[in-house]
């Protein structure tokens, strides 16, 4: 069953008196354990489709299918609710809270969720230790470098065990080695974890090492073979 099923999204909007359609029938099933990278210039309509997926903006018509539920016709809280137990968010800039360490801004999205203080902290340093941060714990997020930052913001998008990533740009703010390095450890966290991705990137040495490259074009997203990127 897939992690995440996209039928037919639609979406069109309105710029004075100027209609802009974005998504024409945009439709994908992504399965577990998948990297999907998500590609197309500027404007296609990449941030639009994520936010979608990410049930924050609804579409026009179409149906966004999370782990074999309809989740079109669902109120805020139902919503808010997938959202925090199946999603995890990677932004561009990490997002984490400045005030807290790495290891409570990767424990907070599971204390919310009721885990205990002790379970939180168990699983964020785990975490933090696969991504290559043992010594980072205490640090806050001004104290550690752009990469250290974006591995922390994805462990915090895994804290919870979600079953679907959903990343805008997670390397865009990064220096191409270091974007490649944290590219890396993602990467690994998705096949070695099963959590399926999505993965909108300008960067088309990345797209190319994901399993599969959806390219927004015209409004519907167009499998391309990653190898045969450009
Ligand atoms: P809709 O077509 O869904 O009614 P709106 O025109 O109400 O969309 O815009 C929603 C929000 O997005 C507004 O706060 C608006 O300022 C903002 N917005 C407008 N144009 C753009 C744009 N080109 N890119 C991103 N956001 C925009
Ligand atoms: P991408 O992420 O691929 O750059 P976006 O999804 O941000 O593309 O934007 C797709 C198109 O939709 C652009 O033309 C943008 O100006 C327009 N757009 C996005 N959000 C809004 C909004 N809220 N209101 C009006 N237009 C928008």
């Known amino acids: ?5 996209l039928d037919g999204l639609v979406r069109a909007f309105h710029q004075g008196t100027r209609r802009i359609d974005v998504l024409k029938g945009a439709s994908v099933d ?7 990278a998500l590609v197309g210039p500027s404007g296609a309509g990449k941030s639009t489709l994520l936010h979608i997926a990410g049930l924050l903006e609804t579409p026009d018509s179409g149906h966004v299918i999370v782990n074999g539920r309809d989740c079109s016709g669902m109120g805020d809280a139902d919503r808010t609710r997938v959202r925090r137990v199946e999603m995890g968010f990677v932004y561009q800039f990490h997002q984490l809270l400045p005030e807290f360490s790495a290891l409570e801004n990767v424990m907070i999205p599971q204390l919310i969720r009721g885990r205990s203080k002790s379970q939180a902290a168990e699983r964020a340093r785990e975490l933090l230790g696969t991504l290559g941060l043992a010594e980072r714990l205490e640090h806050r997020p001004a104290q550690l470098s752009g990469g250290e930052q974006q591995r922390t913001a994805i462990a915090r998008a895994l804290a919870n065990s979600p079953r679907l990533i959903l990343a805008d740009e997670p390397t865009g703010n990064l220096d191409p080695y270091t974007a490649e390095h944290v590219f890396e450890a993602l990467l690994h966290l998705i096949h070695t974890t ?12 990345l797209a190319r090492r994901m399993d599969r490259v959806l390219r927004l074009e015209g409004g519907a997203l167009v499998e391309v073979q990653p190898l045969g990127l450009t």
Do not use: S
């Open 30 to 36: 992504i399965l577990p354990g998948q990297a999907v």
């Open 194 to 205: 099963g959590v399926a991705a999505l993965i909108a990137t300008h960067n088309m040495d």
């Open 1 to 5: 069953q897939p992690a995440l099923r």
